[in-house]
């Protein structure tokens, strides 16, 4: 016999409360009562998500306090049963062999959002040729300065044997950036610091960049005849937006479903993504034009961020593996916490 304390005889008894006072005209909502499962699905050389900065570990525990089961694959190899699926494979193009994977399943998250290069989603991109009149700015079309993409190629080989390869070959290309890029000022690189830069590197064969310094050059005519010709990386508007102060901006909209917040941070970097001075949140969806980004783009989870120059949204980056640390967890705890309640909109 069941005891009067358990959780299952309590959810039947608030249940029949349900139906003996629901009007016959008014549907029963007994998914209510149901326990789902959310999985959550990575690369199959990514770390564990305990392991990990993902903004989504921080969901997980209060999704499991609201009566989800939480699960986590690394890989395709097993099908597991769920009620909806994550695509939270942390590369710039989602691999074929998972979106057929997706395919199973009824209900997902971010299955449609396969290819988040900055050709696919930013409005800065400049083209050969271009007519634009002031800086621009040098990245790699993979997210991430590309380093995830060649991670995993070299995880890919053998995990075992490269371990330490990719250690060092990662900190001596950010290392090597770091030196590039020491002369840039907050009014852009100098024409010297151009011609520097273009003769150190062979611009033709690189597939990585330090993303919290990407090269920023006066104009096109600056930019290497090598960087044009090179499918790994592209050419953007520079559209920094400043503050009172003369401080760099750069906005990050944080999603999921119906839920949202937009963090606002200032910077000395002309790239505002490191050296960060100031943070301020702001609540709401975001622009209009970013709502209308993620329907086109049927995103669902994930981060946009974006600069707001003379009333104009100019959107460069979108990421649907959004980290954070735990100094800035805790910063955004209340925010994050809020956010992991857009899970129920997709139920």
């Known amino acids: 016999m069941l005891s009067g304390h358990n959780p299952v005889r309590r959810a039947y008894s608030e249940f029949s409360k349900v139906l003996r006072n629901n009007n016959k005209n008014q549907p029963v909502a007994i998914h209510l009562f149901m326990k789902k499962t959310i999985l959550i699905v990575l690369h199959k050389h990514d770390s564990p998500l305990q392991?990990?900065?993902?903004?989504?570990?921080?969901?997980?525990?209060?999704?499991?306090?609201?009566?989800?089961?939480?699960?986590?694959?690394?890989?395709?190899?097993?099908?597991?049963?769920?009620?909806?699926?994550?695509?939270?494979?942390?590369?710039?193009?989602?691999?074929?062999?998972?979106?057929?994977?997706?395919?199973?399943?009824?209900?997902?998250?971010?299955?449609?959002?396969t290819d988040i290069s900055k050709t696919a989603v930013s409005n800065c991109i400049l083209k050969p040729g271009a007519s634009h009149a002031g800086p621009v700015i040098v990245k790699t079309n993979n997210n991430c300065g590309?380093?995830?993409?060649?991670?995993?190629?070299?995880?890919s080989?053998?995990?075992?044997?490269?371990?330490?390869?990719?250690?060092?070959?990662?900190?001596?290309?950010?290392?090597?950036?770091?030196?590039?890029?020491?002369?840039?000022?907050?009014?852009?690189?100098?024409?010297?610091?151009?011609?520097?830069?273009?003769?150190v590197k062979n611009w033709n064969h690189v597939t990585t960049l330090d993303?919290?310094?990407?090269?920023?050059?006066?104009?096109?005519?600056?930019?290497?005849?090598?960087?044009?010709?090179?499918?790994?990386?592209?050419?953007?508007?520079?559209?920094?937006?400043?503050?009172?102060?003369?401080?760099?901006?750069?906005?990050?909209l944080y999603f999921l479903g119906d839920k949202s917040f937009c963090v606002v941070t200032t910077s000395e970097n002309p790239v505002a993504k490191s050296q960060i001075i100031g943070r301020q949140i702001l609540p709401g969806p975001g622009p209009v034009e970013l709502q209308q980004f993620r329907r086109t783009f049927?995103?669902?989870y994930g981060r946009l961020d974006y600069t707001l120059v003379d009333g104009r949204v100019w959107l460069f980056d979108a990421n649907r593996t959004p980290t954070f640390s735990p100094e800035t967890y805790a910063t955004y705890r209340e925010q994050i916490d809020a956010l992991s309640e857009g899970i129920h909109s997709f139920f």
């Open 298 to 300: 049927r995103m669902d």
């Open 211 to 252: 993303n919290r310094n990407y090269p920023i050059f006066d104009s096109v005519h600056q930019v290497p005849a090598g960087v044009w010709n090179n499918e790994a990386l592209v050419v953007e508007r520079f559209m920094p937006e400043r503050d009172a102060a003369g401080n760099y901006v750069c906005r990050y």
């Open 157 to 199: 080989r053998s995990m075992a044997a490269c371990a330490r390869k990719i250690t060092s070959v990662l900190s001596n290309r950010i290392k090597k950036a770091e030196i590039h890029n020491s002369a840039l000022q907050s009014s852009g690189v100098t024409p010297s610091n151009c011609r520097h830069i273009d003769t």
């Open 51 to 113: 392991n990990s900065c993902y903004v989504i570990k921080y969901f997980i525990q209060r999704w499991a306090e609201q009566g989800y089961t939480v699960l986590s694959a690394n890989g395709t190899d097993k099908k597991i049963d769920a009620d909806i699926v994550i695509n939270h494979v942390d590369l710039t193009v989602t691999p074929s062999n998972y979106i057929r994977y997706f395919s199973a399943y009824n209900k997902k998250i971010n299955t449609d959002v």
């Open 146 to 155: 590309g380093l995830r993409e060649e991670n995993m190629r070299m995880r």
